[in-house]
Each structure stands twice: as C-alpha cells, then as structure tokens.
C-alpha cells in the first residue's frame, strides 16, 4: 500500500529530471513563467496516475520530436517570448501603478502643468530635424517615468530586437514583419529566417529604377509606339493608402514636382464603378500604363478593377496591348501570370511585408518612381530608413515613435481617451489622417492578446483627422468644448509653396502656422468663467463661451515637406503603432477582423447572380437582408445586366 505514494515521488523527481534536461536541450532560458509552469507540471504529475506517469515518461522523447517536426527554431523562440510575457499588461504592478496616480493627474490641470518650464522643457526632444514638444499631454514626468517602466515590464526593447531581427513576430499567420528592411541601406543585414533580405529589396528597387527610367524617358512605349505619361495604379486598402499619402505629399513639393512635368498619376481603389469612371476620364490608353497592385491578388475589388482596365485597353488597342500597358506589383507571380501579366513586368515583394506597411516596397515604390522619378523616391526610402535606426537604438526617453507611442496608451488605456486627431498643418498632408486610419486601426484594432487570451482593456485608437485649418471649421468645436480627443498637431517650418501678398500683415503660411501654434494652446489652458466676466462677457453667454480646457494634444514641427521629410513622418507613425501593439501585448500584424464580412459578401454575390441570370429567389438570409436584397433585385430590374461589355463614360 505505501509503494504507490513512493512511486509518485520518483515519478515526480523523473519529471523534473526529463522536464529540466529538456529545458536544456531546447535552450529555454530560465525565465520565471516556465519556472512556474515546471511547478505546475510536477503537481500536475503528482497527481495522476501513476500509468500515465509511466506512459508519459516513457514517450517523451517522442512528444519532443513531434515538437521538433511542427516549430522551427524561431517560432520556438517566439513562442519562448510568449510564454514569458503571456501575463497580461493589465495584471502586472507596473500597470497598476499608472492606474492608480490616475487621480493625482485629473487633480492638475494642465495650464499649472505649462507653468513649470522644467518640466516642459524635458518634454521637448529633437531627432534628425523633427522637434517633438509632449509638454501639453495630462502627464508629468513622474508619469513618464512609470509609462517607460511600463514598457520594460511589456518587454518592449526585446519585442522591437525581434522584430528587427527577423523573427517572426506575426504569429498567427507565421510572418516575419520587416517593412524596415525595405528602406535599409544596400549593405544593411536583415535577415529572415537566416537569409539576408536586403539584396533582394534592391533587386527589385534596381528593377524599378530600371523600368521607370524606361517609361519616363520613352524607350519604353505603348502598343501604338506613343509614349505612357499617364499612370494608373489599381489597388485597395495597404497596396493604395500608403502610395496616396506619399503622392499627394510630393505633389506640391517643387522639386518632386519638378520632376513629375507632364505626367500623371491615379488611384483606383474603389469597386464603386463611379471609381472607374472617374480615373479614366480624360486618360487615353494608347499613352496610359496600368499598374496592378496587389500582395495577394486575389483581392475581389482589385482583381474586378483590373479586368476592368484590361478590357479597356485591349478593347481600344486590341488584347496584345496588355503587355506594354499593364505591369503589376504582388507576391503572388503566379496569378499575376495566370491573369495575363507578363511576370518579367511584375515587381516582387515578400509575405514578411504587411498590406500596410507595404508603402516602401514596390507597392509604392513603382508608382511613385514612375510619376516622380527613382530619385526622389530614394530619399523618402532614406527618411524611413533615418528613423528605423532612431527606433531601433534611441533610448526610450529620446525615442520618438516609443514616446509618442507610450503617450497614446496613457491616454487611451488610463485617461480613457479612445479617439484621436491627425491635424496636419498643411494641404499636401491631407492623406496623412486616411492612411494612420488603416495603419493604426487594422493593426491594434483587436480583442485578444498575441496568445489568444480576451483583453480586459481596450487596444488600439479611433483615429481621423483633416488638415488645418480646415478642421477648424468643421469638428474642432466637439474637440474644444465637447469630447476630450487627444491631439496631434503637425507643423511644417518652410512651406512646399510660399506665398506672400504684398500689404498682408504676415505671408500665407505664417497665417496658417499662426493657427497652428495657437490651437494646442486654447485646448490646454481653455478659457474660464472668470476671465469671460472680466471681458464684460453677458452671463447668460458665460456657460456657451467656456473652454474647460485641460485637453491634450502634441506638436511635431518639421523642417519642410521634403520626400525625406515624409519618409520620416511614415517611418515615426508606423513604429508608433508598433509600440502600443507591443505594450498592449496584441499582435499588431494581422488581421483577421476583415475575413467576415468578406465571406458575406461573396455568399450575396452568389444569390445576386442566380436571381439574376436564373431568376432564383433570395434565400438563406435573415429577414432583414432579404428584405432589402429584394427591393434592390426589383428596383434595378430594367438595368441591362448582360450587354456585351457596358464601360463607364464620363
Ligand atoms: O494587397 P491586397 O492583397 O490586394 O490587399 C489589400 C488590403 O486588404 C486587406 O487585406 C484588408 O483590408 C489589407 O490588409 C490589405 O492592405
């Protein structure tokens, strides 16, 4: 009878042996979490029975090996890391710590915040040209101070290394994610998966250096020997974003335009066939080039857009045109072939770059290259490239994507602030806000952690913006007097386009920065009752005419709107993003939230085709999509479903 309690002890001390000799075959570092779950384990096998004590001691080796047949190193050290930071942010102490000096900062407003000059001088930082001033964020330095050991405690150091390191950090789809790689200097060393991925990104920026030289210069011409001036570029989402962004921002800088003289360039995104209509309006297919962008292709939108541009081109210059006029950038060679592309046309990129992370790769680079030529692209590739490296080295108080990064999680996860404003002080900034919408939201818009385990707390940010002063006139009063919506305010020292008028009391722009410095201001220190009084204010107004102030916002002033410029401002909001993602413990680089709806559609797809070619009736939809779905049938009805080929006119 008392053999079986001393078999349960050896059988225990076996396990530690086999689960500690393990430890030291696979390298698992000694980190406290697997202490604890060695802990569990030997509990775990004291108490069953002692047969499977036996079996599972006994097949071991085979559970290793099987282990060994599914993970490769890195996704066993990755899942290392896991296990290490598997604890959620929220339960660790230096969480709480934030949570609970919450009070002591609602207690200080920030106008006796600014009067401590100290203070708002060490909220100042400079890297590269760029001046950051956070003196106007509900944070004192205290604050700070526990935000960065909030990021120690995240293991945001080792997260950024990984990343860097090509681990493949994007686990539930297996990725590496080295966008930086992308604009890496041509003797950098980044590898993936133990290959360097840096002699590649500038294969393909040598290819398009290549081909765009071509069509700018009219060696390379269309089917009827005309030159391509026009450029259409067709793709959604991350493969047309980041391009419009950078287009639009280039466009008005003098030298970039300098270089773009006669020539266009276009985006269709949309599978609204007003889109279409818009962007070949005007566009002749003899002098047009097609660019196909898309990672997958296999996006629906995308893919019906470009058989809609083919069959606009071989339909004017015959099928045999689609190979001067269409070219394609994607990682998928095969469909780009299989859809009629000659893949000599097609501009590689690679699975370890994100849809939205992809605006230095190809996907931005050859339609940028194309309108602006491969040397103004360069330094706006050498921009991002400027502050990968700041990411990547600058301790973390000097470090402007982990400061602005930890700042947005205070105000979001502590003051609880969910929303914030991109206000760009300058037109050519306009797809600024549009593009950090898909960054920002498809990358911390998530519920889980990395491990799969449901977040108590909100992740991610609800961001729009405009520029200014445009805004101004439109939702700036909710953001004065309404809803506390944390600010980013962006200034440009020199404008891509002074203008001074002979007689005015300041030039165009200084009336335009003279919003721009005055705006952070009136959030912070608003206006009060008694200052209302001393103007004289009727006190019927009073109330109306209140700021409560005490609102927070940030400034980022620029040298110019240079291509390098605009590099470092992409490069600084991605590894902002990347910062809370690491913080909040999500994985910032999937996904998966955009799958439902389009599975949905592609099941309405179906019933809009056979109710309309087979008179099918709608079926297998609630009552309220069938409903509608119905009155959608009947109401196009008379639309001609079938002509031969019905193209948009305009
Ligand atoms: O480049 P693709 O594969 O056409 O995908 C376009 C976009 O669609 C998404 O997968 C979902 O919207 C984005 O992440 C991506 O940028």
């Given at each position: 009878m008392a053999i079986r309690p001393l078999l349960h002890a050896t059988a225990a001390a076996v396990a530690v042996v086999v689960i500690c000799g393990t430890s030291v075959i696979l390298h698992i570092p000694p980190v406290p979490s697997q202490i604890h779950n060695l802990w569990i384990g030997i509990a775990g096998l004291c108490l069953v029975p002692y047969e499977l004590q036996c079996f599972l001691i006994h097949h071991h080796h085979h559970l290793l090996h099987f282990r060994n047949l599914v993970e490769t190193p890195d996704q066993f050290s990755y899942r290392n890391l896991q296990m290490a930071?598997?604890?959620?942010?929220?339960?660790m102490e230096q969480w709480k710590d934030l949570k609970a000096h919450v009070d002591e900062i609602k207690k200080t407003h920030l106008r006796e915040l600014m009067s401590d000059t100290n203070r708002c001088n060490s909220m100042m930082v400079e890297f590269d040209g760029i001046l950051l001033d956070y003196s106007r964020q509900c944070a004192t330095l205290e604050t700070m101070d526990k935000l960065f050991k909030l990021a120690e405690a995240a293991g945001l150091k080792e997260k950024i290394n990984r990343m860097f390191n090509g681990e493949r950090i994007n686990s539930t789809e297996n990725r590496c994610v080295l966008h930086v790689a992308l604009r890496a200097p041509r003797d950098a060393v980044i590898n993936c998966d133990g290959k360097n991925t840096v002699p590649d990104v500038w294969q393909v920026l040598d290819k398009i250096r290549e081909f765009s030289e071509r069509v700018r210069s009219g060696s390379w011409v269309g089917a009827t020997g005309r030159p391509l001036k026009d450029v259409v570029a067709i793709g959604i989402g991350g493969s047309f974003l980041g391009p419009l962004f950078v287009h639009t921002a280039l466009q008005t800088d003098p030298e970039a335009s300098e270089f773009a003289r006669g020539r266009q360039l276009r985006f269709l995104a949309n599978v609204d066939p007003i889109d279409v209509a818009r962007n070949i309006t005007g566009l002749n297919p003899e002098t047009t080039l097609v660019v196909v962008v898309s990672?997958?292709?296999?996006?629906a939108e995308t893919m019906l857009n470009a058989r809609t541009l083919r069959e606009w081109i071989s339909s004017a210059?015959?099928?045999?045109a689609v190979a001067k006029h269409m070219v394609a950038v994607s990682t998928n060679l095969t469909l780009v072939e299989q859809f009629g592309i000659d893949p000599n046309n097609a501009f590689a990129f690679w699975d370890w770059v994100g849809g939205r992370y992809s605006v230095c790769s190809a996907v931005g680079v050859l339609p940028l290259s194309l309108q602006y030529g491969f040397s103004v692209v360069e330094k706006f590739l050498q921009g991002a490239s400027s502050i990968d490296k700041h990411f990547y080295s600058a301790p973390f108080d000097q470090n402007l994507p982990v400061l602005l990064g930890l700042l947005s999680i205070w105000n979001v996860s502590f003051l609880g602030h969910p929303a914030r404003a991109i206000l760009?002080?300058?037109?050519?900034?306009?797809?600024l806000a549009p593009h950090i919408q898909q960054v920002s939201m498809e990358s911390n818009g998530k519920g889980v952690s990395i491990d799969g385990v449901a977040l108590p707390y909100e992740s991610g940010e609800i961001d729009f913006g405009e520029p200014g002063t445009n805004g101004q006139h439109s939702f700036y009063q909710l953001i004065h007097q309404g809803r506390v919506v944390p600010c980013d305010f962006i200034g440009v020292v020199k404008s891509q386009q002074p203008v001074y008028l002979k007689?005015?009391?300041?030039s165009n722009h200084d009336e335009l920065m003279s919003n721009f410095f005055a705006q952070p201001d009136a959030l912070a220190y608003g206006k009060t009752p008694q200052q209302l009084q001393n103007e004289n204010v009727p006190q019927h107004l009073v109330p109306h005419k209140t700021f409560p102030g005490n609102r927070p916002s940030l400034s980022l002033l620029l040298p110019s709107l240079s291509a390098y410029n605009i590099g470092q401002l992409l490069a600084i909001y991605e590894h902002r993003i990347a910062v809370e993602g690491f913080v909040w413990g999500i994985n910032s680089f999937d996904q998966w939230g955009v799958e439902l709806g389009k599975s949905l559609a592609s099941q309405v797809r179906k019933q809009l085709h056979a109710s309309r070619k087979k008179g099918e009736t709608v079926e297998g939809f609630n009552f309220s999509t069938t409903t509608m779905l119905k009155r959608y049938l009947e109401g196009s009805a008379?639309?001609?479903?079938?002509?031969p080929t019905l193209l948009p006119h305009m």
């Open positions: 930071s598997s604890t959620l942010i929220c339960d990672k997958t292709f296999t996006t210059l015959g099928p045999e760009p002080y300058s037109q050519s900034l306009e797809k007689g005015e009391v300041v008379d639309v001609p479903q079938d002509p």
